[in-house]
């Protein structure tokens, strides 16, 4: 037998959601944006809104334009470089060993 409580389940506002309650809806514009994994993405805008020429695909992440035989190139990434891989491109092999003896000359007191 239910508690007696008529409102159980049900929210402030809850009700049915028409036109009638919302009021009219702004005129949208559905634009297709493809990436270059031929994904499609059907973005909509407001009518008086400015489209832009690139949208981010959501399934992958890559830049999508509104040509879909010409879609904009994916970003190069670069592969994750250590901190000794920017020293090296930084200093040469004998700048290296010249700072490694004058630091090994200070820890021996020879400086």
């Known amino acids: 037998m239910a508690s007696g ?3 159980r389940g049900s929210r402030v506002g809850a009700g049915p959601m028409g036109e009638a309650e919302r009021g009219e809806s702004a005129p949208r514009l ?3 944006f493809w990436c270059s ?10 009518s008086d809104a400015q489209i832009p020429d690139t949208w981010d695909c959501p399934r992958c992440g890559f ?12 970003p190069r990434t670069e ?3 250590t901190h000794l ?6 200093r040469s092999d004998a700048d ?4 490694l003896a004058e630091a090994l000359a200070k820890l021996r007191g020879e400086i």
Request: no cysteine; charged share 30%; aromatic share 8%.
């Open 30 to 32: 559905r634009i297709s």
């Open 63 to 74: 830049p999508a334009g509104k040509d879909r035989d010409n879609p904009p190139d994916p």
């Open 5 to 7: 409580n008529a409102i």
């Open 96 to 99: 290296g060993e010249a700072i």
């Open 85 to 90: 891989a920017y020293v090296r491109e930084r």
């Open 37 to 46: 994994n031929g994904h499609e993405t059907v973005p909509s805008f407001a």
């Open 79 to 81: 592969p994750y470089k």
